[in-house]
């Protein structure tokens, strides 16, 4: 059975920093594609960074890009998001996915995922 579960999330200051940690258990974070997505209330899950399992790139959404950073640590089964700078809009639920076959030209969209964790929500105030 596959579960994502992720953590770190909270009620920050803009400008703040934050690390979310998704645990995974039931496949191997180094052989499958690894995702976060942030969605809020009324709109659809947004991409935000991935680590492509077949070659192993991170790729990133333009609207964090040079704030965010995605990492993995394959002994830990382990998933990281570094988020720098926040800013409000930064505010929604964070989520974890994962998959073990999408191809490249699939990564953004949120359909392409077969496992999902349960969310982690961020707040970030004025």
């Known amino acids: 059975q596959v579960q994502l579960v992720e953590s770190g999330g909270g009620l920050v200051q803009a400008g703040a920093s934050l690390r979310l940690s998704c645990v995974v258990s039931?496949?191997?974070?180094?052989?499958?594609?690894m995702a976060w997505f942030r969605q809020v209330p009324g709109s659809e899950r947004q991409f935000l960074a991935a680590i492509f399992r077949n070659n192993q790139n991170t790729y990133y959404d333009d609207s964090v890009k040079g704030r965010f950073t995605m990492s993995r640590d394959s002994a830990k089964n382990t998933v990281y998001l570094q988020m720098n700078n926040l800013k409000l809009e930064d505010t929604a639920v964070y989520y974890c996915?994962?998959?073990?076959?999408?191809?490249?030209?699939?990564?953004?969209?949120?359909?392409?995922?077969?496992?999902w964790g349960q969310g982690t929500q961020v707040t970030v105030s004025s």
């Open positions: 996915a994962a998959d073990r076959g999408l191809i490249l030209s699939s990564l953004r969209f949120q359909r392409s995922y077969d496992y």
């Open positions: 039931g496949l191997s974070v180094r052989t499958s594609t």
